[in-house]
């Protein structure tokens, strides 16, 4: 599996664009930091972000989570891989949204 960063690291998680060997498909990896998880009070919402993501991969607005596995200091998600970003970094970066930038993000997720 090869890989390249696709979102800047963060202070508990990064997330990786990796690529199948036999077949080629490229999918993100999301790593967590156990630690910084427990001391941010994360662990519910990543918890949570795991039970959201398993959602059945017929709902057009999540992304789909394939596999989730954990290390002794570290949880992994291998989701699907949508280029774009995330709408939480378009928050972050661009703050409150105004309704034709919300409209627009609808439209790209449909």
Avoid at 72 to 82: A, G, K, S
Avoid at 99 to 110: F, K, M, T
Wanted: glycine content about 6%; hydrophobic content about 45%; charged content about 25%.
């Amino acid at each position: 599996m090869a890989t390249a960063g696709l979102e800047p690291k963060h202070k508990w998680f990064e997330v990786l664009l990796a690529k199948h060997k036999s077949s080629e498909s490229l999918v993100a990896v999301k790593t967590l930091k156990k630690e910084m998880l427990i001391q941010e009070d994360g662990v519910q919402c990543a918890l949570v972000e795991r039970r959201v993501m398993s959602i059945p991969r017929n709902c057009t607005f999540l992304v789909s989570l394939y596999s989730a596995f954990q290390t002794m200091d570290r949880l992994y998600f291998v989701m699907e891989y949508l280029p774009g970003g995330d709408l939480m970094g378009l928050l972050q970066k661009h703050g409150k949204l105004k309704e034709p930038e919300v409209v627009l993000v609808n439209h790209i997720a449909q």
